[in-house]
């Protein structure tokens, strides 16, 4: 597959090639560029004044020659041969677009200034988006990924992680790693805040899980919602100047008492999960109900299925019915009870009631699949 100069031109030349160009224009020619680029950026709380203010802060930093003649050397070929007529193939026009954004963020290693950046980033499988990431060590910049569709994989030295939709990562300064979309789903997307942070809040730090470096945590759907709207307000303010910095910092802090709640809510409703499946499992003969079992953990049937489903992916029922069909496989093979037996042992007083589901889920009728177990060993 190849790209036309014109699509190559706008999705790279103008914010690689052009941008190493940026100390030579007016102050009308940058904002100019800036309204004419701007539905493109990934950076969405990204004002004229504070895109012109953080370009000028690139091109000052003592590393942007180093930078520039690196990239145009990678550039010059490419661009050489579609000021020609020729297309450029579009693997390769990924990799100079994927290794172009790693020396800009990471050689500089910069945020400029204080202000806190955010947006959002989409990969879609087959499109020129779809390249990994490549973070380097820095000194000054967290990072924070909040995913809003799909799965994205982080890689660092020694772990991997897989971030469903609804997860949050934080990401220190000085991890180096890599992330991307993951093969599993067709497209990723994530909002993120850059900030700088002298470390964590301890209580913060501690709270949350890690992974390598990487804290992160999978938030449910009530603070999935509260966290898009802060990252909403976050944009807004953004797109101003900087005297909004300090309500973007409030409301960075007010994502991490929300983010710390939910941490210490997940920790304590992992352990009420785990009481309620082993409720169930030694109770297996007996037909409880959600509220018998709800009431073991100390909540409602309604907060008490909602979180059932959420973390587990099935309703209570439907999980201790699978498990009553497990624990009948396990009866079967491993005892001499009879079918009836087993199945009252397992809570269905009908035995056809019983055989007709496990066929059913199965099948085989739980006599075929005893026969099958008593060949197999």
Not at 167 to 195: K, M, Q
Not at 279 to 285: E, F, K, T, V
Request: neutral net charge; proline residues 3%; glycine residues 6%.
């Amino acid at each position: 597959m190849s790209v036309n100069q014109r699509d190559v031109n706008k999705l790279c030349h103008d914010f690689y090639y052009r941008w190493l160009l940026w100390e030579e224009f007016s102050d009308q020619e940058k904002s100019d560029f800036w309204r004419t680029n701007k539905h493109l950026m990934e950076c969405g709380s990204l004002g004229e004044e504070r895109y012109i203010h953080h370009t000028n802060a690139v091109q000052g930093n003592a590393n942007i020659n180093a930078v520039k003649e690196s990239l145009l050397n990678s550039w010059n070929v490419d661009f050489a041969r579609l000021n020609s007529g020729h297309s450029v193939a579009f693997e390769q026009l990924k990799a100079l677009r994927a290794q172009s954004q790693e020396q800009i963020k990471n050689r500089l290693n910069y945020l400029p200034c204080n202000w806190i950046y955010s947006g959002t980033t989409q990969a879609i499988q087959g499109e020129l988006n779809d390249a990994p990431v490549s973070k380097a060590a820095v000194s000054i910049q967290w990072d924070l990924h909040y995913i809003v569709e799909g799965t994205g994989v982080y890689c660092g030295k020694n772990y991997q992680l897989e971030a469903p939709a609804g997860s949050l990562v934080l990401i220190p300064p000085s991890e180096s790693l890599s992330y991307f979309r993951s093969p599993n789903t067709p497209r990723w997307t994530h909002r993120w805040v850059a900030f700088q942070l002298h470390k964590l809040p301890s209580e913060l730090n501690s709270a949350l899980p890690n992974t390598g470096a990487l804290k992160h945590v999978l938030l449910g759907q009530q603070a999935r919602n509260a966290v898009n709207a802060i990252l909403d307000d976050i944009n807004r303010l953004g797109k101003n100047d900087s005297s909004n910095e300090d309500q973007q910092r409030q409301l960075l802090d007010d994502l991490f008492r929300l983010t710390l709640m939910e941490a210490r809510d997940e920790t304590n409703l992992d352990g009420k999960l785990v009481q309620a499946c082993q409720y169930i499992g030694a109770n297996l003969a007996q037909n409880l109900s959600v509220n018998d079992i709800a009431s073991v953990c100390n909540l409602s049937a309604t907060r008490f299925s909602h979180i059932f489903k959420d973390k587990l992916g099935v309703s209570p029922i439907m999980w201790r019915n699978e498990y009553r069909l497990a624990k009948a496989c396990s009866l079967l093979s491993q005892s001499h009870l009879t079918i009836g037996e087993v199945a009252q042992a397992i809570g269905y007083d009908d035995q056809m009631y019983f055989a007709k589901l496990f066929k059913k889920r199965l099948g085989y009728s739980p006599s075929g699949y005893r026969a099958i177990q008593c060949n197999l060993f």
